[in-house]
């Protein structure tokens, strides 16, 4: 049961097959034997969990349920959720239960799904492999050793490890692609403003968008059905009519249902020299999937995108400047960790704010004051905008030629625990594939593309397909193309 779509979760649902009741205490049941080892939730409240699998089940009873009614869904830890402990990773909100619902969690609420628990993640979601989480990092289910990608980690591995059918993760720069293409999911960021950011713990709040995260794309249509939608809470959010991000799956009739597609393949990651920056293995997986797709009658076409590689040093003068900004909010006054003792109130927000952020925010806040300081405004923050236009522009052009981008998710496989975190540029690398289309505000996603092979085991790798905007719908189609011939979003690591 448990590794089942949520379609057939669904049909079993509405067959009496099994109740939401019983379907969440499997869920459960299976978070408490395998996440003291994973560590991919934070909180977890069977209660009040079961307390809503009794209401779906009501819903189902009287006829009145919808795709997603009695599923139980495991949330990222930076959505607020009513009477949840909500943290963000962080010793800073340690403590803080949340009064008010996310617009997300609300929606989810409102089609009948189950808050299963809060999912681990980078402190404030600034990290890619979950190592700064004050709760400590998640492991990878594929080999424990191994970090699970981030800042979606714990949402990425609970997926991964069947503690939940799906999950939201968010992705600021890479945060749902990069732990999706590490643990094998099929994970989407939409295009900014797609998705609401209320009651969502901002980072960079230019960058930062929700997403799914699950085990294929249909999967993730259907939790984007849910997800998406315009809000007058969220004054980025876009007033679009709703999508069904569904609609293009229907089957195919001929052999060559993609024919006709254009797929651009950027020779910033195909040119001869540039695919060094990538694992050969890896590269080796998404060149067989571009061959998977033109049998399924795409052509391919090359693009250029002159500025890619500007795009982590722009991100790292823009990302922290937000989150300088954004996270002066922690003070210790209103809410949140407050330190113990302190002289006047000049040391109480300092001792406070020394006390709950760790080292990479920490990091984060002094890039991100220095760049907006007077006098390097100009140098540093001005100009890093001036990049992300150019990118964006370079994104446009590119889209003139084709209809999605493909390319890598990752420049590698999952990586050894500690294995960059001593070392914050590299750990900044791994999101050079990803990081383009946050600046840009474009949709993305990764979905599974193979394995590799290693004499200590096997590891999963990504492909990244990079669409236009609002073009979510055909991105998340041309995956389930894939995903119709191929099995590789079907493999489950061995845990039991
Ligand atoms: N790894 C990137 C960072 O640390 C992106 C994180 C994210 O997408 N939230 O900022």
Redo the contacts with the bound molecule.
């Keep these: 049961m448990i590794e089942r779509s949520l379609k057939a979760l669904a049909q079993a649902l509405a067959a009496r097959e099994i109740s939401s009741v019983e379907l969440t205490r499997l869920y459960l049941d299976r978070i408490a034997r395998l996440n003291p080892s994973l560590n991919a939730f934070i909180s977890i409240d069977p209660e009040r969990s079961l307390a809503q699998a009794r209401a779906a089940d009501a819903r189902i009873a009287a006829g009145e349920a919808g795709p997603l009614t009695g599923i139980p869904l495991a949330q990222k830890d930076i959505f607020c959720a009513k009477g949840w402990r909500t943290t963000c990773g962080s010793r800073m909100l340690d403590n803080f239960v949340s009064p008010y619902d996310a617009t997300v969690i609300e929606k989810f609420d409102a089609a009948g799904a189950i808050n299963l628990g809060k999912t681990n993640m ?1 402190e404030f ?4 492999s979950n190592e ?1 989480s004050f709760f400590g990092p998640v492991r990878n289910p594929w080999d424990t050793t191994r970090v699970p990608g ?3 980690g714990g949402s990425a591995a609970a997926v991964a490890a069947l503690l939940a059918p799906a999950a939201t993760g ?7 692609r ?1 732990p999706a293409a590490l643990c094998n999911l099929t994970g989407l960021k939409p295009t900014y403003g797609v998705v609401s950011r209320y009651g969502m713990i901002a ?2 709040s230019s ?2 968008q929700a997403g799914p995260m699950a085990r294929s794309a249909e999967d993730c249509a259907l939790l984007l059905n849910a997800m998406a939608g315009f809000d007058e809470r969220d004054s980025t959010s876009l007033d679009r009519p709703l999508e069904d991000y569904t609609r293009d799956f229907a089957a195919a009739a001929d052999a060559r249902p993609l024919a006709g597609l254009r797929i651009g393949l950027p020779k910033e990651f195909f040119g001869e020299a540039e695919r060094a920056g990538c694992d050969a293995a890896v590269m080796r997986l998404v060149d067989e999937a571009i061959a998977e797709y033109r049998r399924l009658g795409a052509e391919t076409v090359e693009i250029s995108l002159p500025n890619m590689q500007r795009s982590v040093p722009a ?2 003068v823009i ?1 922290p400047a937000e989150a300088s900004s954004n996270l002066s909010r922690f003070d210790g006054v209103r809410y949140g960790h407050r330190a113990a003792e302190y002289a006047d109130l000049n040391e109480m927000y300092s001792r406070s704010r020394a006390e709950g952020f760790g080292a ?1 925010v920490k990091r ?1 806040i002094l890039i991100g004051t220095y760049v907006l300081s007077h006098g390097y405004y100009d140098a540093y923050y001005l100009q890093a905008q001036r990049i992300r236009r150019l990118i964006a522009d370079d994104f446009v052009a590119a889209f003139r030629q084709c209809d999605v981008i493909l390319g890598p998710t990752s420049p590698d496989t999952a990586f050894r625990l500690g294995e960059k975190a001593a070392d914050p540029v590299q ?2 690398l ?2 050079i594939y ?2 383009a289309v ?1 600046l840009a505000g474009l949709p993305g996603m990764s979905l599974p593309c193979g394995f590799v092979e290693a004499a200590d085991g096997r590891l999963p790798a990504g492909l990244q397909l990079i669409g236009n905007y609002f073009d979510e719908a055909r991105l998340l189609a041309v995956a389930h193309r894939y995903q119709q011939v191929t099995d590789w979003h079907r493999q489950h690591p061995e845990l039991d």
Excluded: K, V
């Design positions: 980078d979601a600034m990290g890619s700064t981030g800042s979606s968010t992705d600021t720069g890479g945060s749902i990069q980072f960079a960058l930062d991100y790292y990302a990479e984060r750990m900044y791994s999101d990803t990081i946050n």
